[in-house]
T-cell receptor, first 112, second 115 residues
Framework: QKEVEQNSGPLSVPEGAIASLNCTYS??????FFWYRQYSGKSPELIMF????GDKEDGRFTAQLNKASQYVSLLIRDSQPSDSATYLC????????????FGKGTMLLVSP | EAEVAQSPRYKITEKSQAVAFWCDPI?????LYWYRQILGQGPELLVQ????????DSQLPKDRFSAERLKGVDSTLKIQPAELGDSAMYLC?????????????FGPGTRLTVL
């Protein structure tokens, strides 16, 4: 059973701080890693993807991947109240059909 | 900007009734996915199509759920009969293909409430 684990939170940070969201996965064959943001009552929205070990930056967002530790994280710099949402980590293993396995999500609350 | 379309956005039904959801993927996307998301959980894959063929329906409760994508474009997910535990958000997503580097784009979802 492929598993993706996330702390459910909520993670509370003040406006302007760095928010750090973490995710671990069980399948060593996993190849692609995605972070989705989901506002309450809305559908998931892709914000970052990473395929190789190391860091990938996109604006205020940085994804970090460590395949040896089976760990992927998302850093949000200069957090804004509009970043308050649930962040879903999703993983594609080497299944041939690119099936996404999602974690349960971490709720982030950014206070003004 | 191209989007995945879903309808209806909300559906309230009584248990034992039949319900159907419709999805139109982004034009040109060969792969279509139906997910179910229970409140407080991540989305779980129900069925995946590559063009008109089902490539993964291992988590689809086949005694009551069915899905089709007859012409390889839009798709319908049906539940008959609905049960109380089916109350959830049903999400449709599409991607250009099945490469592990293909991003999946989600539609707005259908919120189902079974009374």
């Amino acid at each position: 059973q492929k598993e993706v684990e996330q702390n459910s939170g909520p993670l509370s940070v003040p406006e302007g701080a760095i928010a750090s969201l973490n995710c671990t996965y069980s399948d060593r064959g996993s190849q692609s890693f995605f972070w989705y943001r989901q506002y309450s009552g809305k559908s998931p929205e892709l914000i970052m993807f990473i395929y190789s070990n190391g860091d990938k930056e996109d604006g205020r967002f940085t994804a970090q991947l460590n395949k040896a530790s089976q760990y992927v994280s998302l850093l949000i710099r200069d957090s804004q109240p509009s970043d308050s949402a649930t962040y879903l980590c999703a993983v594609i293993s080497d299944s041939g059909y690119s099936t996404l396995t999602f974690g349960k999500g971490t709720m982030l609350l950014v206070s003004p | 900007e191209a989007e995945v379309a879903q309808s209806p956005r909300y559906k309230i039904t009584e248990k034992s009734q039949a319900v159907a959801f419709w999805c139109d993927p982004i034009s040109g996307h060969a792969t279509l996915y139906w997910y179910r998301q229970i409140l407080g959980q991540g989305p779980e894959l129900l069925v995946q199509f590559q063009d008109e063929s089902v490539v993964d329906d291992s988590q689809l409760p086949k005694d009551r759920f069915s899905a089709e994508r007859l012409k390889g474009v839009d798709s319908t997910l049906k539940i008959q009969p609905a049960e109380l535990g089916d109350s959830a958000m049903y999400l449709c997503a599409s991607s250009p293909g099945t490469s592990s580097h293909n991003e999946q784009f989600f539609g707005p979802g259908t919120r189902l409430t079974v009374l």
